[in-house]
Every structure is written in structure tokens, then in C-alpha cells.
């Protein structure tokens, strides 16, 4: 068979552009690859380059030291500033028994202290709910956590320390934050 491939003209045609094609769909492969993923720079949703702070996980009893803590690492970054408050993380992580009333009660507690502490630093901070972002793209949020587990292992995620009794939607949660991350592309 190889005799044939080396010998007849037409054959010898034919593979040759069988090899070319094959050459030509491996370099468009590699070249168009594309990570599928929230951007929410390019939705407009946040502007590029930002200073991005998590805001923390809700609790029964807010406290004044977290908004002191979150006005200190907003802060730490130039302008502009996103503070992303990750209620939908909240509920996989079963903060405040994952009761969305609660969840949402804790944020609005926490910014209106933070608009209170440092009014002029908040109305350079952009606030974020994190359901929001994920509705602007919801496949592409989803596809990139996914991915963040494909890509990382378990102890990546979550270090060493994990055992396998630790809930599965703390695992789901960190995903989430990376996915949250990559959304928003922050500098810092």
C-alpha cells in the first residue's frame, strides 16, 4: 500500500493533500483556541483593570470589624475599586443557613456601614452582587468553574488540611471565587 502512495501520481496527490489539511486544521486548532468564561470587562459590567475585594462570606451577626476590614483592602488598591459580595457563594456555602433573606440582609448591613465609615471611598467603589454578574453570562460563569476544576486538584483548592468529611459546596464555593476572579480580570 505504501508502494502506491510513492508510486501512482494520483496517490501520491492525494496524500499530499491529506497531509497539507491535516497541517492546516492543527495550526487553526492551536491558534483559535478560546477559554470559555465570564468576562465582565467586556460585557461592561466592570471596567478593566480593577482593584477587586471580596467581601466576606454573611454571618448571623455582623460585626463593625468586618467593615473595617473590607474599607482597609479597598484602600490597599488604586482606583477603580469592585467590592464583590458573593451571595450566591453564600448559599452553596450554606452562610446564615443559606437563607437568601439573611444573605441579603448581611450585605445590605455591611455596605450602608461602609457608606457611613468612608463615604468618598464607596462612591468610587463599584458594588457587585455576584448573582448579578453570573446572569450577565450564565453558560460561560458556569463553563469556567468547570474548568477551574478540571484544571486544579482538590488539594489546590482547598490545601491539605481538607478531609472528606468537609461539605462539597465549600469546594463548589472556592471554584466559584476563581471563576469570579477571571470574570472580572482585576490588577490587583
Known amino acids: 500500500v505504501r508502494d502506491h502512495f510513492t508510486t501512482d501520481e494520483r496517490a501520491k496527490d492525494l496524500l499530499a493533500k491529506v497531509q497539507q489539511y491535516k497541517k492546516e486544521s ?6 483559535e483556541k478560546v477559554i470559555r468564561r465570564l468576562n465582565l470587562v467586556q460585557l461592561n459590567k466592570v471596567p478593566a483593570g480593577s482593584h ?3 467581601a466576606p462570606l454573611p454571618t448571623p451577626t455582623p460585626t463593625l470589624q468586618e467593615a473595617v476590614d473590607v474599607l482597609d483592602q479597598l484602600r490597599s488598591g488604586a482606583a477603580p475599586r469592585v467590592l464583590l459580595l458573593s451571595d450566591w457563594a453564600a448559599r ?3 452562610a446564615c443557613l443559606a437563607d437568601q433573606k439573611a444573605i ?6 455591611l455596605v450602608a456601614s461602609l457608606k457611613a465609615l468612608d463615604p ?3 462612591e468610587s467603589t463599584q458594588v457587585l452582587f455576584q448573582s448579578e454578574a453570573i446572569l450577565a453570562d450564565p453558560s460561560n ?3 469556567s468553574v468547570i474548568n477551574a476544576g478540571r484544571h486544579f486538584s482538590l488539594n489546590d483548592v482547598m490545601g491539605p488540611a481538607m478531609v472528606d468529611s468537609d461539605g462539597v459546596g465549600a469546594v463548589i464555593g472556592r471554584l466559584m471565587r476563581v471563576a469570579d476572579v477571571a470574570g472580572v480580570e482585576p490588577k490587583t
Open 26 to 31: 492543527n495550526a487553526v486548532a492551536t491558534t
Open 52 to 54: 477587586l475585594v471580596f
Open 92 to 94: 452553596v456555602c450554606n
Open 104 to 109: 441579603s440582609a448581611f450585605y445590605t448591613v
Open 120 to 122: 468618598e471611598l464607596m
Open 141 to 143: 460563569y458556569w463553563i
